[in-house]
Structure formats: structure tokens, C-alpha cells
């Protein structure tokens, strides 16, 4: 990031809330991997070296003028742990000094930060345009509970044109959802295009950046306004804990007349208008007081400090993720019994995307290819692994598989297996951080037999 984007990050991280400033001589701003050791936390004389956990739901006060200011958003401070904590604080300050947002808030999970995002900005009766190739979990939020709650979501292919696209924006359409590196499809978004047509309609551009993580793409910096993430996959890095955060861009105006919520009083805080109070950060603001308030899915101080420990990882872990998984796919090409690998560096589509939007040439950990023989073969192979293993997740040191039409997405018919661009062959591979000499081995003996 820019020595200036970083200052208004921590002059904005510093507003949100009292976490503590990111480390910074007046005139260098840190670099994006001192950020993930130091950043959002720097301890006094005589203070913890290390973000501590502090496990107290509750604070003090001397007066009651305070309290009440607190209470009604004329001053920041943390009240309850359900809308904020010192540890979670450290944990949002630096997911959001890494994205280069304006603020951030912490969720129990990626679900949570997905839902708390979206439901920040739609009502019953709007509309939502999404790429098809999602998360299972944020495909059934879209497509069938937020249904129930009277908001509708078109789909697109990521790689559909831009006028494909355009023509599923209706005018009650709020908001465009994407993830960064679809899942499991691993189509790269094209940040250009969905911008562009987020832009124009005046609605927002809410990205999904957990497979990525801001040490491969920042979003923000290629038109997005808001980014989420679980934090389960790669933040934490280790499988240890579930977590979500959502990042305030801060580069929207909610104030267009299309967001009633934002530039109306909420008279639940004593009639407080969002857009105007709080020019910069209205969205965090807004997703903190009333949905954290209402809907309660806060991130624990212990899970924000074993997340924040994986992120002091994150530069060193994402760049060996990708060597790994880029070798791999290339020993896969060459085994008889896999009919095709999709791994984006491979691909000249994802591989332009990758050159234009990521600050590294490297890819993620994620790869999928397809087994000769189907879900038979599938079954076997998944037997016979011994350094891999079958598991539901992604995005951890340890090298995982999945089935993803079987499990994942086994709520989907085929019509919507093919949208989401997953076939009966393909199997997902999650790729660790093992000796990659190790896993080749692995994959080539349980593919023999
Ligand atoms: C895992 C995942 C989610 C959901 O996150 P949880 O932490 O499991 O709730 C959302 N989006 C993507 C891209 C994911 O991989």
C-alpha cells in the first residue's frame, strides 16, 4: 500500500475504535509484511509484547455522561465484548491495515461476516447480482435464505461480458458479490468490469477475498468497496479456529439516495444518520451498532488472537502455498489417470487477471482436477492418500482434498453444479505447506491404483 493510503488506514483505525496506532516512523510507512507481524497493535513500555487476550465481556466506567456518549456513538469505546474488544480491536486493526480499508469489523465466521455485510445494505424487496462460482455457504445465504427474507439474487458466470452481466441489474438491485478466486470454479474476478457496472448503477462492490487474502489481492485497490473474509482459511493459516471479517472501503457514497438506511436517523441510537455523522466509515459504523448489536455473531478474544498469530505467518505461508499448489497441478498435467487440472496460473484467462490485479505473481493453494473414472474413482483415491487427507475445509499448512459435488455443493442440482462450474470428476485440493516433493509422491501412488 501507499505511504498515504496506510496513514488514513491508521488514522481510521484509530477514529473506529482505542486500538492501539500501527508502529510508524513519521516519514516510512511499514510494508505489507511488517504489517502482518506489527500491525493494529504496539504496546507501551512495559506492556505485553504480544497482543494480549483479554477475556472480559465487560469494562468500566467513572461516570455515567461517558457510558451514555458511548451508548449513543458521540464517542467510541468499547462497552460489551458483543460489539467490540481490546483483542478483537488489534485482530480488525490489522486485517484492515493489510486490505488498506478505512475500518473493520471481526465476526464469528465467515458467514456471519458475509451476512453482515450484505444485510447492512439490502432491505425486503431488493436485489442482489452475484458471480455464480461462490462459497457453498454463501451460494445458499444468496440463492435460498435471503430469498426467504424477500431479497433475490441474480447469477452470473465470472466470465460472462460485461453487458451479460449489466442486463440482470434491475432498479432495486443494491449491491454486486463476488469471491476473488471463485470457489470452486477458480475463475479470477474481473475487478475492472464489476466496478465498472457497480459505478454506474450507483451500488456497491462487495468482494470475498478469503482464498486470496490481501497479501495476493486488495480489492480496494481495483474498485471494490467492501471486503469479507473467512478468516478460518488462510488468516488463521493452521485450521485452529472459525472467523470472519468484513472491511470498510470507505470509498462509497452511501448518501446517492439509494440507501434510505444510511442517510435516514436510527432512532435506536437516539437518532443518529450514518452517512452524515460518519462520513468515512458510515458502512463499519452502521454493520457494528446495529447488526452486531441485533444479530449478535461477534468473533471471541481467544479465536481474534489465535487469528491474529496466523496473519504474523501470512507473507511467509501464501507465497509457499502457491509454489506447491503450481508444482503440483504440473506433476498432475502429467499423470494418465487425471483428465484435466485447473490450477489459474495455468490458465491464460486467469493467468492475465492474475498479472493485472495481484501483487504477486503467484497463485493461491487451491487447485482442482479431474479424476479418471468419477466419484468410483474419486472414492478410492481419497482412501489411499496418506500425507493428504479427505477434509471439509480449505487453506491450511496441511494438505487436504474434497469432493466438492458430493459434499461442498451436494445441495445443488446438476443444472446448478455446471453454472458453478463443478463436475462428478473434480476433486479440490487444498495445498499445504508440506515438502512438495512429499505431496507429488503422495498424489502419484494414490492415483496409481
Ligand atoms: C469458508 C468460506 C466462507 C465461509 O466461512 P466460515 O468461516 O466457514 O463461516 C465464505 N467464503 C469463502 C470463500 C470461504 O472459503
Redesign the pocket.
Known sequence: MSKKDAKKASKAAKTEKPAKPVPNSPDAAPSFDTLCIQGGYSPQVSEPRILPIIQSTTYRYDDLDHVNRIMTLQAFGHKYSRTSNPTVAGFEARMNLLEGGVAAVATA??????LLAIINIVRPGDHVVAASQ??G??FTLLNSTLRKFGVETSFFNPNDSKSEIEKLVRPETRLIFG?TLG?PGLAILDFDKLSDIAQKNGIPFVV?N??TTAWLCQPLKHGANVV?Y????YVDGHATS???VVIDGGNFNWANGKFPDFTTPDPTYNGVVYAEKFPETAFLVKARAQFLRDFGGCLSPMNAFLLNLGLETLHLRMPRHGENALALAQALEKHPNVTWVNYPLLNDTAKKRINKYFRSENGSGILTFGIRGGLDAARLFVKKLKIAALVVH??DARTGVLHPASSTHAQMNEEQLRFAGITQDMIRVSVGTEDVGDLIADFNQALNT
Open positions: 465466521s465467515g458467514q456471519a461476516a458475509n461462490l462459497y455457504g454463501s469471491e470457489n470475498d478469503s482464498l469479507t473467512s478468516a478460518t482459511k472459525v472467523g470472519g480449505v487453506a
